[in-house]
């Protein structure tokens, strides 16, 4: 991202002045090509609604009380206090509800408008709803949502997942959702809409 913005402002400079800029079809054709890539790679992850009290900590360990339009980004770590909730929304058509008494941490963060995306949570306490209405098809995609004791994989769903200090309950309402242990590659179940499974320790 940074050698984009460099790459551009270097373009704009190299043009001079808006007559030569109308002279170069081949540089404003360049300065289009560099735009596109910088607005199609996104880390576009942001609050949308607060319930009581949520607190976000940065990857400095500094705190802050959780406000919606508040742009979210790697190492942050979202924690929802008693009666308290926070729904967060992930690109374009993803929505996570974080429930009362929770944290899940952003371990991850490349969300690209086309083109490979990679989104990895960690929840760490409590329970989050997902509603990941984008279909991840690209065979590079990933969504990943980790537990203590599972891992769930995500191609497009709607489902819950709820971690204690007995295991991991899932439940998938729609779409698909691949579980497995986090030390294993073969997947302990395939949910489809209305399965569930509890994952113990």
């Known amino acids: 991202m ?11 400079f190299s043009l001079g002045n808006k007559s030569l800029a109308n ?3 081949p540089e404003k054709n360049a300065i289009t090509d560099l735009l596109h890539k910088i607005n199609s790679t996104t880390n576009t992850v942001r609050i949308e609604k607060v319930t009581g009290d949520v607190r976000i900590v940065r990857a400095d360990q500094n705190s802050t009380r959780a406000t919606p339009k508040m742009m979210l ?3 942050d770590e979202i924690i929802t206090g008693d009666k308290s ?3 967060i929304i992930v690109g374009e058509k993803n929505r996570i509800r974080l429930k009362p008494n929770s944290r899940i941490l952003i371990q991850e963060l490349m969300y690209r408008i086309k083109g490979p995306r990679t989104i990895r949570l960690y929840l760490t306490e409590g329970s989050a709803h997902f509603e990941i209405m984008e279909p991840w098809i690209h065979k590079k995609d990933e969504f ?14 709607v489902f819950t997942v709820e971690t204690s200090p007995k295991g991991t309950y899932v439940e998938c309402f729609s779409g698909k959702v691949f579980v497995r242990r986090p030390n294993q590659k073969k997947p302990l ?5 209305g399965d569930h499974i509890f994952v113990k320790m």
Not at 2 to 12: E, K, P, R, S, V
Not at 144 to 157: A, D, E, N, W
């Open 189 to 193: 179940k395939i949910l489809n809409g």
């Open 73 to 75: 980004t790697k190492k």
């Open 23 to 25: 002279q170069c079809p």
């Open 144 to 157: 990943q949502v980790k537990t203590i004791t599972s891992v769930i994989g995500i191609r497009g769903t």
């Open 2 to 12: 940074f050698n984009l913005a460099i790459n551009l402002l270097f373009l704009l």
């Open 85 to 87: 909730s926070v729904e």
